[in-house]
């Protein structure tokens, strides 16, 4: 039971990582006022609608996301959303860029601060299952006419005209009787 809602709970999961990712913020520095330069930590990343960004930092740190403004003066009274519980995941929703500070005194002038462009998913998929199926159902009919049509051509020609010219007699009369009887047969044959 345990195992089986894993398994479920993994594919879950799994699914959807193949066309999101979630991306650590400063890799494995996290977030920090010490030592990492976050714009150029963004740079080698792409961020994509549906991805998300996580950041880890310790108590006496946060996470701001702010206008353009903000982030350039290095001010978090506008600020969209302020997150300070030491784990915060981000969803990007929207194409376009972000600005995050960290809002205690200080930090950001020292290098807590990031600007991301988040780019478009491309979503050219659900198109491409429907195309397949209509090619199947052509296949399995053109090949049975063809096997249907060969049988007649072998079966009524050869045995009739060598009989009669090999046996004289009574012998005759026999395969006449035999052949009649073949007759009446294959026209009941044919007639059911
Ligand atoms: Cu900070």
Redesign the pocket.
């Known amino acids: 039971m345990g195992v089986s809602i894993g398994l479920v709970v993994l594919f879950l999961f799994a699914v959807p990582a193949a066309y999101a990712a979630q991306h650590t913020v400063g890799g494995s520095s996290g977030?920090?006022?010490f030592g990492v330069n976050y714009d150029t930590w963004a740079a080698g990343e792409t961020f994509t609608v549906g991805d998300t960004l996580l950041f880890s930092?310790s108590g006496?740190?946060?996470v701001a996301e702010v206008p353009e403004t903000g982030y350039s003066g290095c001010s978090s009274s506008n600020a969209v959303q302020t997150y300070n519980d030491g784990s915060t995941t981000i969803s990007l929703t929207k194409p376009g860029p972000m600005y995050f500070i960290?809002?205690?005194s200080g930090?950001?002038g020292s290098g807590?601060k990031m600007q991301i462009n988040v780019v478009a998913a491309s979503t050219p998929t659900p198109a491409t299952p429907s195309t397949p199926t209509p090619s199947t159902p052509a296949t399995p009919g053109t090949t049975t006419p063809s096997e249907a049509g060969t049988p007649p051509t072998t079966t009524p020609a050869p045995k009739t005209p060598s009989t009669p010219a090999d046996n004289g007699g009574g012998a005759n009369v026999v395969s006449k009787l035999i052949l009649g009887s073949l007759l009446v047969l294959g026209i009941m044959g044919l007639a059911s």
Request: a neutral charge.
């Open positions: 977030w920090t006022n930092y006496t740190h946060s960290c809002s205690t930090h950001c807590m």
